[in-house]
């Protein structure tokens, strides 16, 4: 993985802003979702970012950035849930989504602000980010192994046929 630079810009004396080039990383990352570039990847990248950042009670987003990030996810929402195919993981899916929601919601809140109205909820909406997450980096991992055995059997394939021009006797 490579290294994660932890950029802020000051935003009040308690708190200070998600950086811009954080804020556009996560933009980024869910646009590819809804082009459907490499759904559990970015899903993956996208929530191990909010994870870190809305987690960590130091930041926060402006009115602005929040609207932007939901709107986002919005628009990634159906690729996200294509991601799951049987009901149950449907159900798990709409979920963790729905509490990201509300994660992304609590991130716009000044730190302090979170500290005191802290709840169990805020922790549980954090353990769904980290759900969805996890399951999205394990569909990522999973199409890459498939990946990896298509490019074999192709390899495989190709050094069996023979040549063009080349006679069988």
Not at 97 to 117: C, F, G, H, M, Y
Not at 144 to 153: F, L, T
């Amino acid at each position: 993985m490579y290294p994660r630079f932890h950029l802020v810009m000051p935003f009040s004396r308690s708190s200070v802003c998600v950086s811009n080039v954080i804020w556009r990383r996560m933009l980024r990352d869910l646009g590819h979702v809804a082009n459907g570039v490499n759904v559990a990847h970015n899903v993956t990248n996208f929530l191990d970012i909010l994870q870190e950042h809305a987690g960590n009670g130091k930041t926060k987003i402006s009115a602005n950035q929040k609207a932007e990030l939901l709107s986002a996810l919005s628009a990634a929402n159906s690729n996200i849930l294509a991601l799951f195919y049987d009901e149950y993981s449907a159900i798990f899916a709409r979920l963790t989504l729905e509490r990201t929601v509300s994660a992304i919601q609590n991130w716009a809140n000044d730190p302090s602000k979170r500290k005191e109205n802290s709840s169990e909820i805020d922790m549980d909406n954090r353990a769904y980010v980290i759900c969805l997450r996890n399951a999205c980096h394990n569909i990522s991992l999973i199409e890459e192994i498939g990946n990896r055995a298509q490019h074999r059997r192709t390899s495989t394939i190709n050094s069996l046929l023979i040549p063009q021009g080349s006679s069988l006797n």
